[in-house]
Nanobody, 119 residues
Framework: QVQLVESGGGLVQPGGSLRLSCAAS????????MGWYRQAPGKQRELVAS???????VSADSVKGRFTISRDTAKNTVYLQMNSLKPEDTAVYYC?????????????WGQGTQVTVSS
């Protein structure tokens, strides 16, 4: 079992910044990748950005140049620095982890944190 705890969401004006954090904990596991997804009202969940244990990153075209994903491997924590926020970034942001427990790979999800960009 892997537990993911997110923090850092909130209300911010357009052009503002927020930093999301997600910490993974639980029994013995090995993380392959961690990332952030978001889901806006009436829309499907979409990938925002992800990072592998080796440091490789991918991100959605809509956030490139504005959002940066990073990690602290020793702490099993991933961050999402969000700058130049736009109203269309408003969504519930979910932390995701792909982790292996003795040869079994599974996806784990946090409970989500609300990000609202509005004046």
């Amino acid at each position: 079992q892997v537990q993911l705890v997110e923090s850092g969401g909130g209300l911010v004006q357009p052009g503002g910044s927020l930093r999301l954090s997600c910490a993974a904990s639980g029994s013995m596991f090995s993380i392959y990748a961690m990332g952030w997804y978001r889901q806006a009202p009436g829309k499907q969940r979409e990938l925002v950005a992800s990072i592998t244990s080796g440091g490789s990153t991918v991100s959605a075209d809509s956030v490139k140049g504005r959002f940066t994903i990073s990690r602290d491997t020793a702490k099993n924590t991933v961050y999402l620095q969000m700058n130049s926020l736009k109203p269309e970034d408003t969504a519930v942001y979910y932390c995701n982890a792909q982790a292996t427990l003795v040869g079994s790979m599974s996806n784990y999800w946090g409970q989500g944190t609300q990000v609202t960009v509005s004046s």
